[in-house]
């Protein structure tokens, strides 16, 4: 069956610091994946989208990487703040639905 | 735009009885996601449609569930009777697919307590 696994520890790094997020995937063969940020009490809010044919997406802070070999997607956030302490979601998508399948998530605390 | 509006956004009923979940989608998307949300699952899709009509009911727990889409500005998720284990964070979300980005938006949310 289809798996997306996501640290489910919370991630603490220091202010400043680049944090990085692991999304894993097996028995699915996306045709782009989605980054999420849900802060407590709200729903998700979408960050970025990396198609299947790309290697690298950058937007402001946030630089996100897709390898298909490996089933596998990292997320950064460079100079990290304490406001984007969040959980952050993982989502993979199929070429012609827009469905989306979501990780578990992992929780970020940036302190000072 | 509002974005997509959930109501109510907290309930709290006693097992058996019937729970009703309204969504109201972004004006002019085309899709619109039902999600349930727990510590235990993570954020779980239950049902969507695209141009009102049902796509995909896989995510349905059971018969104890149904959703509805009569018009494209509203949308149901009904639970009867609810249980304990229903309780959970109901999320709403919609968008368009056309936009290229497959951005879905999401609701508040609804959290379901049942006792």
């Known amino acids: 069956s289809q798996k997306i696994e996501q640290n489910s520890e919370a991630l603490n790094i220091q202010e400043g610091k680049t944090a990085t997020l692991t999304c894993n995937y097996t028995n699915y063969s996306p045709a782009y994946l989605q980054w999420y940020r849900q802060d407590p009490g709200r729903g998700p809010v979408f960050l970025l989208l990396?198609?299947?044919?790309?290697k690298e997406k950058r937007k402001e802070r946030l630089k996100v990487t897709f390898d298909t070999t490996l089933k596998q997607s990292l997320f950064h956030i460079t100079a990290s703040q304490p406001a984007d302490s969040a959980t952050y979601l993982c989502?993979?998508?199929?070429?012609?639905?827009?469905?989306?399948?979501f990780g578990t998530g992992t929780r970020l605390q940036v302190t000072l | 735009d509002a974005g997509v509006i959930q109501s109510p956004r907290h309930e709290v009923t006693e097992m058996g009885q019937e729970v009703t979940l309204r969504c109201k989608p972004i004006s002019g998307h085309d899709y619109l996601f039902w999600y349930r949300q727990t510590m235990m699952r993570g954020l779980e899709l239950l049902i969507y449609f695209n141009n009102n009509v049902p796509i995909d009911d896989s995510g349905m727990p059971e018969d104890r569930f149904s959703a509805k889409m009569p018009n494209a500005s509203f949308s149901t998720l009904k639970i009867q009777p609810s249980e304990p284990r229903d309780s959970a964070v109901y999320f709403c979300?919609?968008?368009?697919?056309?936009?290229?980005?497959?951005?879905?938006?999401f609701g508040p949310g609804t959290r379901l307590t049942v006792l």
């Open positions: 989502a993979l998508g199929s070429g012609t639905a827009s469905k989306l399948t």
């Open positions: 979300a919609s968008n368009l697919l056309a936009g290229g980005r497959n951005e879905q938006f």
């Open positions: 990396i198609r299947e044919n790309e």
